[in-house]
């Protein structure tokens, strides 16, 4: 910007986040948001660490690329974020799942 150096911060306190985010716990058989045991240590993660991931990386009105969407974590996420997504899966289970949770936050 005109030649001159602008320093960007991820927040208001100046600070930046971290590399290693140890603060996010994985998904175990007795996490809530899991949705199927069997997608344990395969696909899902964690609302908390998507969270984190799509407010760092886009604004509200953004639109947010998943290439492997898996059960969907990240659209609803972003449709809590008000942020527009798109994005593949070539599993039909997992799209019938995902498919299901935008819907539900629809509802809300």
């Known amino acids: 910007m005109n030649g001159?150096?602008?320093k960007t911060k991820f927040n208001g306190n100046g600070k930046n986040p971290g590399d290693v985010w140890g603060d996010i716990k994985q998904l175990t058989y007795k996490s809530k948001e899991l949705i199927s045991r069997e997608l344990l240590n395969t696909i899902q993660?964690?609302?908390k660490l998507i969270e984190r991931i799509v407010k760092a990386s886009?604004?509200?009105g953004d639109l947010v690329l998943d290439p492997f969407a898996?059960?969907?974590t990240t659209f609803?996420?972003?449709k809590e974020l008000k942020r527009n997504?798109?994005?593949f899966e070539i599993n039909s289970a997992f799209v019938e799942i995902c498919n299901k949770r935008?819907?539900?936050i629809k509802l809300r």
Do not use: L, M, R
């Open 4 to 6: 001159k150096f602008h």
């Open 45 to 47: 993660k964690p609302i």
């Open 58 to 60: 886009s604004n509200e």
């Open 70 to 72: 898996g059960v969907g």
């Open 76 to 78: 609803a996420v972003c």
């Open 85 to 87: 997504f798109i994005g």
């Open 102 to 104: 935008i819907k539900e």
